[in-house]
């Protein structure tokens, strides 16, 4: 089982960085696309990688992005790597690279209220930093619809660090007033807002606020190499073998969290009109 464990988690990190990095002799595609999806890690990805149609790899900007077909609409997919800086360089890159008419920043959050259970969605009115800065999007959505069927709507906080301890999601989120958090769709909206591109964030609960997040995934947050990322994952084991159970729990829901999201993502794609019913602003 721990070689099974071990196989699967380096699998992932090496799904991860294949999707950031370029590959040489790639035959010329189509760039342009209708939507966008900005998500920083691969296993978030996973869902909707499946889903695409005629799906492409491009380089450029030192990322790399994917480009294919969602329920009829050209799309493009890119995978930026965790936190804020590197959310803005790949948001940038895919708006100035395939030019969408949305960008999407989607992923895994942590839920900030005891209604954001694991497994809901957050679609964020607003996004908001560390220092109170806000970016409001302007939604039109059956607020009522969404409360019946595990979608909230509200606030999104940014943060520069994964906020592990549950007596800290709490008080962040009523700081912020905020249902969940992340670590880039705050860069990702700031992008999308200086190049005029419509925006939204889509976020599926991960940990709920009353969850504790094991302490080596802040660790394993900061590495950007695949060695890096094994590293953690063995001093992990070898301090705390009992991290062996968390690790297979956290990698089977990781599964099941972004075939959830992606489902969703699809039918959002299906709803989003060709013209501009959202947009990104400055508060």
């Known amino acids: 089982m721990l070689r099974l464990l071990m ?9 991860e960085a294949v999707l950031k990095q370029a590959t040489a002799g790639a035959e010329p595609v189509d760039l342009g696309c209708e939507i ?4 920083a890690m691969g296993m978030e990805a996973a869902g909707l990688l499946d889903q695409l149609g005629e799906a492409r790899h491009v380089r450029g900007d030192g990322f790399r992005a994917t480009v294919g077909t969602l329920a009829g609409r050209r799309v493009g997919l890119v995978v930026t790597g965790m936190r804020r800086d590197a959310a803005r360089r790949g948001t940038l890159a895919l708006v100035e690279g395939h030019r969408p008419r949305w ?14 259970k694991l497994g809901d969605i957050v679609l964020a009115e607003r996004v908001v930093d560390c220092a109170g800065e806000a970016i409001d ?3 039109r959505i059956d607020r009522q619809s969404a409360r019946q069927s ?12 994964l906020v592990c301890e549950p007596a800290d999601k709490a008080e ?9 958090v992340d670590m880039e769709s705050y860069a990702v909206a700031a992008a999308c807002r200086e190049r005029g591109t419509p925006f939204l ?5 991960s940990d709920d606020v009353e969850s504790r997040l094991p302490p080596f995934l802040d660790q394993y947050s900061h590495q950007k190499s695949l060695s890096g990322k094994a590293g953690v994952v063995l001093g992990a084991l070898a301090k705390r073998p009992s991290n062996f159970k968390t690790m297979y729990k956290m990698r089977e829901e990781s599964l099941m969290l972004s075939d959830r999201l992606a489902r969703f993502l699809t039918s959002l794609v299906r709803e989003l009109s060709p013209g501009v019913d959202a947009e990104p602003r400055a508060r």
């Open 137 to 139: 999007v302007d939604l």
């Open 172 to 180: 962040l989120g009523r700081r912020h007033e905020a249902l969940a």
């Open 150 to 161: 595990g979608l909230h709507i509200g606030s999104l906080v940014t943060v520069d660090e």
């Open 103 to 116: 960008v999407i920043s989607a992923g895994y959050s942590g839920g900030l209220q005891p209604q954001a």
């Open 36 to 39: 966008g999806f900005v998500f």
């Open 201 to 205: 964030a889509v976020r599926i609960v």
């Open 7 to 15: 196989q699967r988690w380096l699998r992932d990190a090496a799904r």
